[in-house]
């Protein structure tokens, strides 16, 4: 008769079983095949923001899910807003912080400076690679 009574607390501790886990692994699988459609539609072709904010949306609901189930969050004392509402307005904070300073220096950038910014990183090689068989014939010339 104990041994039915400690089945029912092992299946109490997992939080209704694991039908419930099933179904959540069957709304992940869903959410991957949409955004698997998103990626491989029409959709993506004639307007990419759309589709990539949408995929992000889909992304954000399974790391929703899998947190709050998986990692068993939904069943934790009410102390996880205590670490994470606080941890999450510092880095909104911080972005909103930074983004005017980026943007401020970027307004002082010289002509000479954007276009540099805007070459292809092959024709930063190609410059350097002349450059630097100049400086190791000028360090073999001085020894």
Known sequence: M?????????THDHHGGNAKYLAVFGALIVLTAISFFLANSSVY???PQ???A???AV??????????FF???LWEANWKYVLTIPASLMSVFLVLML???VGR???????????HASEPVEAHHEESEPHAESEAGEEEAAH
């Open 105 to 115: 220096r970027t307004e002082k950038y010289s002509l000479e400076r954007w276009r």
């Open 50 to 52: 759309v589709a990539r």
């Open 45 to 47: 072709e004639t307007s």
């Open 2 to 10: 104990n041994e039915t009574h400690e089945h029912s607390e092992v």
């Open 71 to 73: 990692m068993h969050l």
């Open 54 to 56: 949408a995929m992000l």
């Open 99 to 101: 983004v005017p300073d």
């Open 59 to 68: 992304s954000c609901a399974k790391a929703m899910l899998v947190m709050l």
